[in-house]
């Protein structure tokens, strides 16, 4: 029997046989928005075909997929606040997560060993990325992969991305026989234990239990293998730390901070960085970036070549210091030398204002779409450097004042220079 997308598939290929529509599935730049949620799923029906999905997948789980208006929602949930350096780490890196980080490491402590042989990634890295991920299992998301994923594909704003992870989805359950009901996760579609996107389950996850099946949803073993593969495919330098908090002299240059300078540790020396002890940073010829996540007032931290591996699995530096920070906890390490200073979460809408005002007066910090990143944070870095405010790419309150204040300032001379 039929279900409603096969007959719909099918009256649709005959009305590409008359030619009384606009679109095929050669064009898929084909406005989505244009698109009706049906006809989409027959479009995406025809690309699996293409792809190679079997045509049970293509009839019975692509053709009865949903589409799910939260997940529109999600997708378009920018939040309000957006939190500081200090309110990110001390959520993510907590007594209970390095407790249960050692308790892991001890529970699969000779299966880690033989990974960190084979892969190169130390077997702290990887409970580390697992906790932060999923609290070591014991979270990994509820909502429907295929639906979510049709979902986000028939949406215009990032149609051919989700198509395409939808389209690797469809052949992992091909692959691994996996059922409708395994393949839950992330809204966005990230699933198991290690939270892998389809395109990355198909391409680095591994049985790392020796069962014959790769499931991140129910072996701990295949996530931990499949985390070690993929870091060693990304590049990890086996042997290297992530990176280290440091000391930093009273009169230190911030304008040198910034994930974008990259300088050998014998320069940071001559700098007068060390390490957290007092003692000398050693390897001068290592190369590394100098960052403070929370302005001259906190922890000062070298960025090696691996937190670049940690960030090409998670964009983000306040996620690469997390994952370093707390492997080192789990590995018996001491917390931070220095306090992480309270500092209230600043709203989307105040960081957006700050980056169009920095534009305005000249400082490139790109789009201005209430995120601080590296550009921001350079931009910041500039705008200190030419008002001589404390240089450390850090919207405090004084560098907020004063942005505001020079920004009212031009508007004013602009005002009384146009002419009557």
């Known amino acids: ?17 008359m030619g009384s ?5 050669a064009d898929e730049q084909a406005p989505t928005e244009q698109i009706a949620f049906p006809q989409c799923v027959v479009n995406l029906q025809d690309r699996a075909e293409k792809a190679g999905v079997s045509s049970e997948r293509i009839e019975n ?15 378009r949930n920018q939040p309000e606040f957006v939190k500081t350096f200090p309110n990110y780490l001390n959520k993510r890196v907590n007594d209970w997560r390095v407790n249960k980080g050692r308790e892991m490491l001890n529970k699969h402590r000779a299966f880690l060993q033989q990974l960190t042989q084979e892969y190169g990634v130390p077997a702290h890295y990887l409970v580390s990325f697992w906790g932060l991920e999923t609290n070591f299992g014991s979270y990994k998301g509820k909502m429907p992969i295929i639906d979510s994923l049709v979902t986000l594909a028939c949406d215009p704003r990032r149609s051919e991305f989700f198509s395409k992870e939808l389209m690797q989805a469809l052949l992992l359950m091909d692959r691994e026989d996996f059922e409708v009901d395994t393949m839950v996760g992330s809204w966005a579609g990230a699933m198991g234990h290690t939270q892998f996107m389809p ?10 239990d020796k069962d014959g ?28 730390r992530w990176g280290r908090e440091v000391s930093l002299p009273e009169a230190f240059e911030y304008e040198l901070a910034g994930k974008d300078q990259l300088q050998k540790l014998a320069y940071w020396s001559d700098k007068g960085v060390t390490k957290t002890n007092g003692s000398n940073l050693g ?8 960052l403070v996540p929370a302005g001259h007032k906190g922890p000062a931290f070298l960025a090696y070549r691996n937190f670049d591996i940690i960030m090409r699995w998670n964009n983000s530096e306040f996620y690469a210091i997390a994952v370093g920070y707390l492997a080192d906890r789990i590995l018996g ?12 979460d600043y709203s989307v809408a105040d960081m957006q204002k700050l980056q169009e005002s920095l534009n305005t007066l000249g400082f490139d910090v790109g789009e201005a779409d209430g995120i601080l990143g590296p550009a921001t944070r350079k931009g910041i870095r500039g705008f200190q450097v030419k008002h001589q405010l404390i240089a450390d790419g850090f919207p405090d309150k004084v560098l907020i004042d004063t942005v505001a204040e020079v920004a009212a300032k031009m508007d004013e001379q602009e005002t009384v220079s146009e002419p009557l």
């Open 1 to 17: 029997m039929l279900n409603l997308f096969s007959f719909i598939r099918l009256a649709t290929v005959s009305t590409l046989l």
């Open 213 to 240: 099946r790769v499931d991140l949803w129910n072996s701990e073993l295949d996530a931990l293998a499949s985390a070690a593969n993929f870091l060693n495919q990304l590049g990890w330098v086996p042997g290297f």
């Open 333 to 344: 390490q001491a917390p931070l030398s220095k306090k992480l200073p309270a500092l209230e």
């Open 199 to 208: 395109s990355a389950y198909m391409r680095y996850a591994i049985d790392g």
């Open 21 to 25: 529509t606009h679109f095929s599935h």
């Open 283 to 290: 390897a001068p010829e290592l190369e590394a970036s100098l």
């Open 61 to 75: 789980v692509l053709g009865n997929a949903k589409h799910l208006d939260k997940i529109i929602s999600y997708d």
